[in-house]
């Protein structure tokens, strides 16, 4: 009899899913776009690609669900195939780039962007994010029954419904936006993503409109609306909404990462429930950089290993009620895998605001395979002309340009403040709220 045959086995890692609390030295057995075999090796097969992921971890394709992907069509937005294969992101979320207006220029672009999975949240403003900010300034660019309505006949595409809160984006109008989104979320059954930054409006009274599922983003953020008092302590209206079951993401970006504000959740047991990159124009040439370097400082701020990987699969995948589609392994699914190494050896990693942590610890991704294919090397786009760059950051960009695709963290590259264009955050700042 003939051994099985299959197209792509990984051995000598260790397996860690979440999702089937698996958490041992396991091969992986790829047959087309299949898990055919999870389980002690080596197989009784042969394989047309080995990888050898020996003092790797083996995890699913991680599950990013705040990003920002309507590349050529927003200030934001960029493409993920230059970053996916570098750094094991199998499924990505765009988070509100897209309105009712342009919706169908992002549905093109994410059908395009296979063998990752694209998936979107649908701003609540019709114009979506076009421009940095300002999207609710006029109240007429949010209908909430448009909003379901283009949910309901894009379910495949769409999980959501997203409301960026902060006085930039409402520029002092559209006071129903946040809730116009959660009128458009119930009537579609799905949750809203809400940003939180520089209010007004008050954290407190965005947390109590909120309910199960709902998400809050950047909830590490600095800023006044920070879940976290002058004392340091996590507010009572933050412990109140992840009672009622509403989840917090960490939406690094260029403004949503404070070690402060982090490291008090962890301590306080309140760690966020997804860590995601909110990757974008702004925040791919650091200091956010990716979503391995934002796990990298979830652990320099004390959550377990186990936990930062269960923020960036399967709780993730929950999150946007695709749990069935991604963040797991197991026989029969859709082999989205991600390999990665978690290096060791002295290097400082920065906040938004350029507060270092010195660490010993950075995941980086050593092999991305989405749909059972390898994902190959690609140089990373070039910055729009309205993106600010650092000396260091360009030269970061000519140096990978001239030697081809480079694996190696620009997190590790990146060593000092000076490297990056500071953003301009106020914080941490007197919050608007009481404890």
Known sequence: ??????????????????????????????????????????????ARTTIDASGCLVVPGLVDIHTHLLAGGSFW??????????????????????????????????AGYRPVTVYGFLNISGIGLVGQTGELALPEHCNASLCADAINANRERLVGVKCRLDYRSTAGGSPQALPLALEAARAAEVPVMVHIGQGPPSLSDVLKALGPGDIVT???????????????????????????GVLFDVGHGSG????????????????????????HQLSVLGPGFDLPTTMSKLLAAGMPLTEVIAATTSRAAAAVGREDRCGALACGRRADIAVLRQRTGELQLFDSYLDERHT????????????????????ADVPAPWVPVSPAQQQLLLDQDAAGPSRAPWAARLQAGSDFVPMELSGPPRALDGP
């Open 1 to 46: 009899m003939a051994r099985e045959e299959l197209d792509l086995v990984i051995t000598g890692g260790r397996v860690i899913d979440p999702a089937t609390q698996t958490d041992e030295h396991l091969d992986i057995g790829v047959t087309g776009d299949r898990v055919a075999i999870i389980a002690k090796g080596p197989f009784d097969a042969t």
């Open 77 to 110: 937005g960029i493409r993920p195939t230059p970053i996916a294969w570098r750094t094991g992101v199998t499924t990505w979320v765009d988070a509100g780039s897209a309105g009712v207006y342009n919706l169908s220029q992002f549905l093109a672009l994410a």
């Open 218 to 244: 950047h909830c590490t953020t600095g800023q006044n609306m920070a879940l976290i008092d002058d004392n340091g302590h996590v507010r009572a209206c933050v412990r109140d909404a992840r009672e009622r």
């Open 256 to 279: 949503g990462f404070s070690f402060a504000v982090a490291e008090a959740l962890v301590r306080d047991g309140l760690a966020p429930d997804v860590i995601s990159s909110d990757l």
């Open 360 to 379: 010993a610890d950075l995941l980086t991704c050593e092999t991305a395979i989405a749909g059972g294919r390898v994902l190959p090397a690609e140089i």
